[in-house]
């Protein structure tokens, strides 16, 4: 599965809903040949040049870390059970609390939505703290 890249002090963590199969495959963060993460990334300015999966861990160079809300690989986020959601929550809770980044960015709002337990979440930076 792909693994948490995670420091204390981080500038930005992304988090995501859980691994793909793919990054479970190469235990690197948004893997899928398919998946916009790196294009934006770059095309936002974060960092200077496109970056590779693999290369998800030189990121830390930058303050940037990696986690999810649930460790498991699935093809889609729905795969994943209310007590595997519920559990990934409070251990996520449990890394922001041990790490304190400044920034967490979810990588879909429905991942926040599981993590604060509420469907009322709009777009956007949130109020509530991690």
């Known amino acids: ?6 420091i204390p002090g981080l500038k930005l963590v992304f988090c995501g ?14 893997a899928h040949p398919g998946n916009r993460f790196w294009r934006v990334l770059h095309a936002t300015g974060i ?6 999966p693999q290369e998800d861990e030189r990121l830390l ?5 990696f986690t999810n809300l ?7 986020a729905d795969e994943l059970t209310r007590d595997e959601i519920r559990a990934g929550a409070e251990e996520l809770r449990a890394k922001l609390e041990e790490f304190r980044p400044r920034v967490v960015a979810y990588t879909g ?14 777009w956007g930076v ?3 703290s991690a």
Request: charged share 20%; proline share 4%.
């Open 1 to 6: 599965m792909a693994v948490d890249i995670l």
């Open 109 to 122: 709002i429905g991942a926040y939505q599981w993590f604060r337990a509420t469907s009322k979440v709009g």
């Open 17 to 30: 809903y859980n691994p793909s199969l793919t990054s479970g495959r190469s235990r690197h963060h948004y």
């Open 47 to 52: 960092t200077n040049r496109l970056y590779e």
């Open 70 to 76: 649930c460790s498991r690989p699935t093809r889609r």
């Open 61 to 65: 160079g930058f303050g940037i870390g």
């Open 126 to 128: 949130q109020e509530a």
